[in-house]
């Protein structure tokens, strides 16, 4: 009770005794796990790297510029590896993304009992793990290339489209569903009238999305050997040609700002 | 015509909307289907086309035992019944169009529906109807850009585009204002005349349903508790279904709505003299 | 009086998203061009790849029988690692976050304080964790402070653009209430802003938590610390079952996470 009655009247106070007490707990709690984790994580760190840092970073500085622009010309092809690997990957993680959003969503789902829980831990598992060990894996599977890569963005963004898509479905307006079926429609032909046009919105702006950030994902793909920019990066660190990787940067950044400027563009028009 | 016997509802949480039920509706008839909320008419006639499983009980459709069909047949079933729904259940993102066509999807294959590709009888049977419920020039205007009282003629013109033996209405009016409320029921009950459609027809006004149908079964708790003419609906009637409650006032207040509606209605008699030329 | 009239047979829909025909076939035209020249850049190496199916097989089986205890004592330490870096920077990241999201809020802030802080949003959200990760290890070495730099380095992005996003929509008439008492500044961020932004601050916080563990397991790969190191370890020894393991675990405890802040958001609705 905040409002206590002692001898003096009424007493207020935001909350009880109690509470106070207890949330005082709980951020003293949540402060001492803190340094414990801190004291864990920081039991190897070497100090007088840290120490050092400042002057290892100017000195870094110092070497990357001026980049090297020459280096610019070799950069287009592998640029455009890069916005195929996104693009292409994007394209397969949805075509597998959307059954398995069928297979999740509880409104749709043939099996409660088994196929959602399965389809659920596809999504979650593909959510868990980043693109960049999924192309870790590829590379050392399938070899180094663009396909190692593509399939590494494609079963990262069936977790991702998959999510979105099946929380969607979940969230549809039954009535319709209900409308629909009461002409004699079909499973399918419910889905195609009733679910599709109540999420295909949503959905394309959760790929545009997810192909936003894939054209980011697939630029470092390549420091695993999965192609793209990330090739490059990783030959220049292995020589430690700094100006050639601030060029690279560049590159990675701008074509980051356009490909969500287009994305923004693309969401907007379609609310 | 349609013959409902001895029909059961529990659901699973143990509520038991439906105590037995049952009742005849011959061809041609308009039945109201009145009593308080929860006394289970919407689960009576989603029944009827198993949308809810009943749990007991048949529902007869000519000589088809509804309720004995298997999935698959069900489809068959379910076209031959059109349903109009409370907040109109349109597919809000289709266009007007595509909403009156969903009605034969009963009819089609998968490939015709998915492509929009529908026989040319079912497209001008479609034109048709949106020409009777004055709806014609928004075949492509999508439906969440209509009006409340529109979006409901889209409903019905759905419901018709299945070329229906029956039909069941839930609540037609309920999202609708008083005015556009007996627009939709005069429509409704004129459709049910030229085509000699049977029809029950949920709703919660009791003097909308007097003014319109001609026969009113009364549901209390599950149970049918009246069934006979609307003038017999009295207030003994009225308490035994819905308990007690001032009914004479409720009726004064109800005169004093009618004079306001005249206008409207010289309105719709116009409008029913237009579309008699189509019909 | 009048001829029944005839209704046409045909209907179009109309098109979902782009009127015009032109631009529609432009548009689609170009996107399928430019999918085949995208398709035609793949190479691919079948011979290496049908090579690799026993290898991927392999995979699928350490996958489904994974082995977790030949190398334990290295992924319990990868673990410890990519847990305590994940605190450590979530909780260090959201202390920074909290002023320089409130310093970028439009309707909080100064303009020099404003443009100040929008440009450390950017800057952080500009890069992803991996380049930091890179940049950071050069200049404070190898080992889990690098990554706990980079993980909260990118969470000053995520929370405070977003809790800006969320001060920017409050609603004024409350904040215009507690102005209209003579509240200070301070008072006015505690009595109107805060009620209103620290539900989602908590969910977005539990949210970042789990993505800075999903992080902290791919900054190994390039050397800050964490369960990448193990994983890049084991998938270059060929190791799969050992991999499996540690995909495995990596799931638990995002499912875990997911899990235990689904009931927190609830709890604070």
Wanted: aromatic share 8%; net charge neutral; glycine share 8%.
């Amino acid at each position: 009770m905040p409002v206590t009655i002692t001898s003096n009247g009424r007493v207020w106070r935001r909350h009880s005794p109690m509470r106070d007490i207890l949330g005082f707990a709980a951020w003293l709690a949540l402060v001492a796990f803190f340094v414990f984790c801190w004291q864990v994580m920081t039991k190897d760190t070497m100090w007088v790297f840290v120490h050092d840092a400042p002057a290892q970073g100017a000195d870094i500085l110092a070497r990357a510029l001026p980049p090297r622009w020459s280096y610019l010309a070799s950069l287009w092809k592998p640029l455009w590896d890069t916005l195929n690997m996104a693009t292409l990957g994007t394209l397969l993680g949805t075509v597998i993304a959307v059954p398995v959003a069928f297979l999740a969503a509880g409104n749709t789902t043939p099996s409660h009992a088994l196929v959602r829980p399965l389809a659920l831990f596809v999504i979650v598992a593909s959510r868990s793990i980043n693109s960049l060990i999924w192309a870790l894996l590829l590379v050392s599977i399938l070899g180094p290339g663009m396909l190692a890569g593509i399939i590494a963005i494609a079963l990262r963004s069936i977790g991702f489209i998959g999510k979105l898509l099946y929380e969607a479905i979940e969230e549809i307006d039954e009535g319709q569903v209900e409308a629909v079926s009461a002409t004699g429609a079909t499973g399918m032909q419910v889905i195609d009238y009733a679910i599709v046009p109540q999420v295909l919105p949503s959905f394309i702006g959760s790929v545009v999305f997810r192909w936003d950030i894939n054209i980011r994902e697939s630029a470092i793909l390549g420091l695993v050997g999965a192609g793209g920019l990330g090739l490059n990066l990783q030959s220049s660190l292995n020589v430690l040609a700094w100006p050639q990787v601030t060029i690279i940067f560049i590159v990675i950044l701008a074509t980051v700002v356009v490909s969500e400027w287009i994305s923004a563009r693309v969401r907007r028009a379609l609310i | 015509m349609l013959r409902v016997s001895n029909l059961t509802k529990t659901y699973r949480t143990g509520d038991k909307a439906l105590k037995g039920v049952s009742f005849e509706v011959p061809a041609g008839q308009v039945v109201g289907l009145i009593g308080p909320s929860g006394s289970g008419k919407s689960t009576l006639i989603r029944c009827i086309n198993r949308l809810v499983e009943p749990s007991s009980g048949t529902v007869h459709l000519g000589d088809v035992d509804v309720t004995a069909l298997p999935r698959g047949k069900l489809r068959t079933a379910r076209r031959r019944i059109g349903m109009i729904f409370q907040e109109y259940a349109l597919v809000e993102r289709l266009t007007v169009m595509e909403n009156v066509l969903s009605g034969r999807l009963g009819y089609v294959p998968f490939w015709r529906s998915f492509l929009r590709r529908f026989p040319p009888a079912y497209v001008s049977n479609a034109f048709a109807l949106l020409d009777r419920v004055g709806l014609i020039d928004h075949a492509d205007k999508r439906a969440d850009a209509l009006s409340g009282g529109q979006r409901q003629r889209v409903g019905i013109a759905r419901a018709l585009e299945q070329d229906p033996e029956l039909l069941l209405v839930d609540e037609p009016t309920a999202s609708l204002d008083p005015r556009t409320s007996r627009q939709i029921m005069r429509l409704i009950l004129e459709i049910c005349r030229e085509r000699r459609l049977p029809a029950i027809i949920n709703i919660h006004d009791v003097l909308l349903a007097q003014a319109f149908v001609e026969r009113i079964i009364g549901l209390r708790a599950g149970e049918i508790v009246f069934d006979g003419p609307p003038d017999a609906l009295d207030t003994e009637a009225l308490t035994r279904i819905y308990g007690e409650e001032d009914w004479a006032a409720m009726r004064r207040q109800a005169d004093d709505d009618a004079s306001d509606d005249a206008e409207s209605a010289a309105q719709s008699r116009e409008a029913a003299a237009r579309l008699a030329g189509i019909a | 009086m009048t001829a029944t009239p005839s209704y046409p047979g045909r209907w179009k829909r109309p098109p979902l998203f782009i009127r015009s025909r032109a631009t529609r076939l432009l548009v689609y035209g170009g996107l399928a061009l430019y999918l085949l020249a995208a398709l035609s850049t793949v190479e691919v190496n079948w011979l290496r790849v049908w090579e690799g199916l026993d290898r991927g097989w392999r995979f699928v089986q350490g996958f489904l029988m994974p082995d977790f205890t030949t190398r334990w004592r290295d992924i319990a330490a990868g673990i410890e690692e990519s847990l305590t870096m994940t605190v450590c920077a979530t909780v260090a990241g959201i202390a920074i976050s909290i002023p320089i999201g409130i310093g970028a809020a439009r309707n909080l802030a100064p303009v020099p304080v404003y443009l100040v802080c929008r440009a450390i949003i950017a800057v952080s959200r500009a890069f992803q964790e991996i380049v930091v990760a890179i940049l950071l290890v050069a200049m404070f070495g190898f080992g889990p402070f690098a990554g706990f730099l980079t993980l909260a380095f990118a969470t000053i992005g995520f929370i405070a653009k977003l809790l800006a996003e969320d001060i920017e929509e409050i609603d004024e008439t409350q904040a215009e209430a507690i102005r209209a008492t003579g509240a200070s500044w301070l008072q006015l961020v505690n009595y109107a802003v805060q009620p209103q932004v620290m539900p989602r601050l908590i969910g977005l916080s539990l949210y970042r938590l789990d993505i800075n563990f999903r992080e902290s397991a791919v900054i190994g790969i390039v050397g800050a610390g964490g369960v990448g190191a193990t994983l890049n370890t084991a998938i270059d020894r060929y190791e799969y079952d050992s991999a499996g393991a540690i995909l495995l675990i990596i799931i638990a405890i995002v499912m875990l996470a997911e899990y235990g802040s689904g009931i927190i958001r609830k709890r604070i609705q």
